[in-house]
Antibody, heavy 120, light 111 residues
């Protein structure tokens, strides 16, 4: 059964770079049938898609974050990562990683999420 | 960007009664016969989980009390008989094109 697990610092200072990793088990991020995505949810608010990564290196980013976001992957460790630069308090959120199935276009499964707080 | 609008935003329901959530998109989500609209449920303290994909297909393990319908720009999620374990926030999401956009969420609570 596919499982995803986010990890990374829970506290980041303003203007610095947020870095998270998603470890995938029970499946391969080299799959041609899936993208690997990051989604975030500010406390008490809704969901925002951040971006997607395909094993060929193709990426898609939300235009609202595009200038600050990089999603990459390490095939040898079956992990993919999120970097968000120049963070502000508005970037405080629970960050989820998830698998995106190309055929039916769904996000499933999701990781448990990790809270990142931006504060000095 | 496609704007997704859900209603109502709050939905108190008596157990055993039906419930319905509407989701409208700012442009058609139909492409080549498929409606690229998903429904997710985020139970309290949990990650979102897939309920419905391609507008009307139940995800694996989802009870048949849940059904999705609609086409183009108007979609509906129906729960035939609400149970206490159905509480949470329901989101629709357009999967037609990036950026993928979610609705604001509908909070279902038990009366």
């Amino acid at each position: 059964q596919l499982q995803l697990q986010e990890s990374g610092p829970g506290l980041v200072k303003p203007s610095e770079t947020l870095s998270l990793t998603c470890a995938v088990s029970g499946g391969s991020i080299s799959s041609s049938s899936h993208y690997w995505v990051w989604i975030r949810q500010p406390p008490g608010k809704g969901l925002e898609w951040i971006g997607s990564f395909y094993y060929t290196g193709t990426t898609y980013y939300n235009p609202s974050l595009k200038s600050r976001v990089t999603i990459s992957a390490d095939m040898s460790t079956n992990q993919f990562s999120l970097k968000l630069s120049s963070v502000t308090a508005a970037d405080t959120a629970v960050y989820y990683c998830a698998q995106y199935q190309l055929l039916n276009r769904w996000f499933d499964p999701w990781g448990q999420g990790t809270l990142v707080t931006v504060s000095a | 960007e496609i704007v997704m609008t859900q209603s109502p935003l709050s939905l108190p329901v008596t157990p055993g009664e039906p419930a319905s959530i509407s989701c409208r998109s700012s442009q058609s989500l139909n492409s080549k016969g498929n409606n690229y609209l998903d429904w997710y449920l985020q139970k309290p303290g949990q990650s979102p989980q897939l309920l419905i994909y391609l507008g009307s297909n139940r995800a694996s393990g989802v009870p048949d009390r849940f059904s999705g319908s609609g086409s183009g720009t108007d979609f509906t999620l129906k729960i035939s008989r609400v149970e206490a374990k159905d509480v949470g926030v329901y989101y629709c999401m357009q999967a037609l094109q990036t950026p993928y956009d979610f609705g604001q969420g509908t909070k279902l609570e038990i009366k």
